[in-house]
């Protein structure tokens, strides 16, 4: 390489990294450029015009939320620890035979569960769910405020029927809830769902009311009492116990229950209506129970087939199917196959409706009835009495035998959709009948199978005419055009007496 090549690949490289320098400053250290010019945000709003009407109601639901959500508490339950038991039928017996016992277990440790509540006195009474509380241990229920403060809450007492318990904090000069009317609510209505759900602390939201007397069955036994608000307020696990209110601020309901296929909020959220809530609070508060006055009836809401059948003229009513013996209902002259149409100047058109209405009632009050009876309306006055127990009830059938079994021969009547014979005598003494027909089979999805028919039933009238043989029954439907309605009073095989209404196909 000569020299002049050497002095030119130097300045190449000279001139290369001097660049490279002045490059790398400039990334290395940008400058910032700053502009004088100060941000204004458009604080403007794009609608002046809002109707008068709109921001009342959103003012509404402000005060409602400041009035309210002071009553509402939020309540953190401790579980006893459970002790495991024993299982006598323990699978393992099987491979080892009857005397081999497991191991005892240590106690299982205590859970937690939460919920909320509503004060209803300035010294600390509060209504919730008996399914927040009932497992509660001994001082394992406590309570907080809106403004922070927890006490230890006693369980003064509960109402499996209707799922509701009041507890008591010892405090003074709270902010109560406002008592409204349920009988006055309607389908459409604004309300407010305060609570604590999902360990969100006094959360509202904001719906309608869906619909009125739902009866979802949650409650259990025949002596649930269940005539929810249905509202599509979010509500969901730990709402229970709290608040449904109306535009006024007033206590409609206590939110309950939620209908999920998730265990979560889809929109079917339920309230015990405030009405039922004060008659069984005020007993519990009282006595630390409820005292409750029963007709003794079993009951079904009347549907237009049943309404057919009876001689009414559309579905309204609710059918007495049954009385229990020495009952109030029996006492006052009601019948089986009575249609119960009012209670004081209320109609009841559903079971739930009459149950809600007689369960705010004590032993001793009497009510007066609207009865509709073979074509004519009168008034019954009824002194109620305190329930049975359920271990008066007679079991009147408790045997297993087949009622097929018998050499009677059997009828087919296929417009009904049901297999009949004649009742033979040892039957006939078991549930204390002369006569009637017996069934033998139910046709599957049949008229008569989805009324609630069963094998074993017997039939001992038809359109309140006695049935004495399969004849009497097949010349009773004989006359029936399709489409038509016959009646059938039956005995179960726990010797209840019911009626079924069966459309002839």
Not at 21 to 42: R, W
Not at 455 to 460: K, L, N, R, Y
């Amino acid at each position: 390489m000569t020299r002049k090549s050497i002095i030119a690949t130097g300045f190449a490289v000279l001139f290369a990294l001097v660049t490279g320098a002045v490059l790398i400053a400039n990334f290395t250290g940008v400058k910032k450029v700053h502009s004088d010019t100060q941000i204004e945000f458009n604080t403007t709003p794009p609608l002046t015009n809002m109707p008068a009407s709109v921001k009342e109601m959103n003012d509404a639901f402000v005060e409602i939320c400041k009035a309210v959500t002071p009553t509402v508490v939020s309540i953190t339950i401790k579980t006893a620890p459970k002790k495991n038991q024993k299982d006598n039928n323990d699978q393992f017996k099987f491979f080892f035979g009857p005397d081999f016992e497991m191991p005892e277990q240590g106690p299982q440790g205590p859970e937690m569960g939460s919920g909320s509540g509503v004060i209803i006195t300035k010294d600390g009474y509060i209504i919730t769910n008996n399914h927040v509380v009932k497992d509660a241990s001994e001082s394992g229920i406590k309570v907080t405020l809106t403004d922070k403060r927890e006490f230890t809450a006693k369980l003064i007492g509960t109402d499996p029927n209707t799922d509701l318990a009041v507890i008591k904090i010892d405090a003074a000069d709270l902010q109560v809830c406002s008592m409204g009317n349920s009988d006055g609510v309607q389908v459409g209505q604004w309300v407010l769902a305060i609570g604590n759900p999902l360990g969100l602390n006094y959360t509202v939201t904001a719906g309608i009311v869906s619909a009125l007397g739902r009866n979802i069955g949650i409650n259990g036994g025949g002596y649930g009492i269940e005539n929810f608000i249905q509202t599509d307020a979010a509500i969901n696990p730990g709402n229970s116990g709290g608040a449904l209110v109306d535009i006024n601020g007033q206590l409609i309901g206590i939110n309950s229950a939620i209908q999920t296929n998730t265990g979560f909020y889809q929109g079917y959220g339920f309230a015990i209506p405030v009405n039922l809530v004060k008659s069984v609070v005020s007993d519990l508060i009282k006595d630390g129970k409820v005292s409750r006055g029963y007709i003794g009836v079993q009951i079904q809401t009347v549907d237009e087939t049943m309404a057919k059948g009876l001689g009414l003229d559309k579905a309204k009513g609710v059918l007495v199917q049954s009385l229990q013996k020495g009952g109030a209902g029996e006492e006052a002259g009601l019948q089986a196959g009575d249609v119960i149409l009012s209670v004081d100047g209320k109609d009841v058109n559903a079971s739930n409706e009459l149950q809600t209405i007689i369960s705010s009632k004590h032993p001793g009050d009497m009510v007066k009835l609207s009865v509709f009876r073979e074509g004519k309306t009168f008034e019954k006055e009824v002194t109620l009495k305190p329930r049975k127990d359920d271990g008066q009830t007679t079991i009147i059938n408790k045997g297993n035998d087949d009622p097929g079994k018998s050499g009677a021969p059997t009828k087919s009547i296929s417009s009904i959709g049901l297999t009949i014979k004649n009742v033979d005598n040892i039957l006939k003494e078991k549930l204390g009948v002369s006569s009637g027909v017996v069934i033998t089979k139910v046709d599957q999805y049949s008229e008569s199978f989805l009324r609630g028919l069963q094998p074993g039933f017997v039939i001992t009238e038809a359109n309140k005419k006695k049935i004495s043989t399969v004849e009497d029954l097949e010349d009773a439907i004989s006359g029936k055009k399709s489409g038509e309605t016959i009646l059938l009073k039956a005995i179960a095989q726990d010797g209840q007496e019911r009626i079924f209404a069966i459309k002839v196909q």
